[in-house]
């Protein structure tokens, strides 16, 4: 992380990108929001890990962890176009498999989680609805989110303490 910390200090990022603190990551700066965390997962950690791994040979382990996190990267980012093709569709499902496939075979003793399954079939939704909009919407909904979480519920129906 102290790397990554460093070369935010040296990246520019566009202004209408969210902005990560300087100190993610430690208990001092506590939760982040969404934004910061896209803003951490999508620019930051590629420029660090890209200058870090980018140039080990493809069979080396951290090259094939960079290359797969990439492939993360990139159908995350054409999954949040706020327009899109079916090209883009077609990249996403490229790319998401890709790092599924990546998954598999870079952390064999881990299982596969629901999220994994549902990011498989994200393609299909965005075939048929296109693109969610969820950029526009993700403060109301980090909003509520908050507020949930804000909620002291003992994990019994019907009650709460």
Same mark, same amino acid.
């Given at each position: 992380?102290?790397?990554?910390?460093?070369?935010?200090?040296?990246?520019?990022?566009?202004?209408?990108?969210? /902005?990560?603190?300087?100190?993610?990551?430690?208990?001092? &700066?506590?939760? %982040? @929001?969404?934004?910061?965390?896209?803003? *951490?997962?999508?620019?930051? %950690?590629?420029?660090?890990? *890209? /200058?870090?791994?980018?140039?080990?040979?493809?069979?080396? &382990?951290?090259?094939?962890?960079?290359?797969?996190?990439?492939? $993360?990267?990139?159908?995350?980012?054409?999954?949040?176009?706020?327009?899109? @093709?079916?090209?883009?569709?077609?990249?996403?499902?490229?790319?998401?498999? @890709?790092?599924? /496939?990546?998954? /598999?075979?870079?952390?064999?003793?881990?299982?596969?989680?629901?999220?994994?399954?549902?990011?498989?079939?994200?393609?299909?939704?965005?075939?048929?609805?296109?693109? @969610?909009?969820?950029?526009?919407?993700?403060?109301?909904?980090?909003?509520?989110?908050?507020?949930?979480?804000?909620?002291?519920?003992?994990?019994?129906?019907?009650? $709460?303490?």
């Amino acid at each position: 992380m102290t790397q990554t910390w460093a070369d935010m200090e040296e990246t520019q990022v566009p202004s209408w990108t969210n /902005k990560a603190p300087s100190n993610w990551g430690t208990k001092k &700066r506590g939760k %982040l @929001s969404s934004g910061q965390w896209q803003a *951490i997962a999508l620019i930051h %950690l590629p420029v660090t890990l *890209i /200058k870090l791994w980018g140039s080990f040979d493809e069979d080396d &382990r951290r090259r094939q962890l960079l290359d797969n996190y990439m492939n $993360l990267v990139q159908a995350i980012t054409l999954a949040n176009l706020h327009t899109i @093709s079916p090209a883009h569709i077609e990249e996403y499902d490229d790319a998401i498999y @890709s790092y599924m /496939k990546g998954y /598999k075979e870079l952390f064999k003793h881990v299982t596969v989680h629901p999220i994994h399954h549902v990011a498989m079939h994200h393609g299909d939704e965005l075939r048929g609805f296109g693109p @969610s909009g969820a950029s526009k919407n993700g403060a109301y909904y980090e909003r509520h989110i908050h507020q949930l979480q804000e909620v002291n519920a003992n994990q019994k129906f019907g009650e $709460l303490e």
